[in-house]
């Protein structure tokens, strides 16, 4: 993303040249289905109203299986051959973890209203998870952010805005958090702006093997030694929440959607994109190989990728739509919300993770292992 003053939340939703929605692909016999459909999705996705919402008007029973790491959904998949759920949210960088797997399957695109959502966000499906040319096996579902969360009554940043060596920061020390390979990225972030490691070198870590392991070893030896300033690990949204409200973290590296939806509850809780920049990401919709319900899946894609079904689930757990005009359907606090997130040319400044191949993630296990077990 370039960056541009004028940028804003609809701008980022809109992407360039808009389409004008069209006429619903559904039929109301395919919605009076019934059945139920198995999903397996981030933890904080579909809120109770959503699910309800859905359950009443199609009579399609929604049985939901929170997760909190794309590794979960991976490691399911692989040890049960891509059976037992019509629907997974795998994040947009990790389709070239997906495509030698074999274990999703192409969306028969006719029965998505794909108009819906915004172009940039229906391109990736399109360009990164097309396997084979057979298709698009993503859709884009929510967008959101990792950056930095803080209690606004016990720590305020230096600045204007907060920095990812905040949370591995002596004044911090023993009251932060922060997800294990995140953090350690944003530490790298953090250290190419002070002028510890050679600006780029986090991003060239995904070129080759070789480089990766000398900028992680870096890295990772700069991380072992502050480790003990760091309190809590989280895995997922709701360890996230608890640390900021039960746990004594004053400030952690998090995605958008759980400070936020604190924040809009009335604690005292702020989330802002860093000086590094925010990691940005998109979470999307696969159909599994194995998927059984698949009318029941289509039905449940129309009902996500409408405004104002989506404008209220973002109300709600506090992260971002892909859907065009969803914003018009989400409170003014969600708006203000968004609005002090990402203040200035923050959204000019955001860092798309990188598509992941195998050999990164297994060698970035191998460096998370040595900070978390030392």
Known sequence: MTQDKKLSRRTVLKGAGAATLAAPLYSKSALASSGEINIMMWSDYLPPDFISAFESETGIKINYTGIGSNEEIINKMKATKGQGFDLISPTNNRSLQWEPLELIQPFDMARVKIDAVNPAMAKIGTDAWNFGGNGSHWLPHIWGTEGIAYRTDLWLPAGDAPSYGDVWSEENAGKTMGRAHSMMLGAGLFMERSGEMEPGSIWSAYNDEETMRKVWGQVTDWCVARKDRIKLIWNDADTQKNGLMNEGVVVGQTWDGPPLALKAAGEPVHYQAPVEGAMAWVDGMSMPVGAANIDQVYAFIEFAYRPEQAG???????????????????????????????PGESLGNLNPWPAEAPWYADVRTEFVNKFTSA
Do not use: C, R
Request: net charge negative; charged share 20%; no cysteine.
């Open 312 to 342: 209220h689930a973002i109300d709600s757990h506090g992260y971002n739509s892909p859907v065009l005009g969803a914003d018009a359907f989400a409170g003014d606090v969600y708006k203000k919300n968004f609005q002090e997130a990402y």
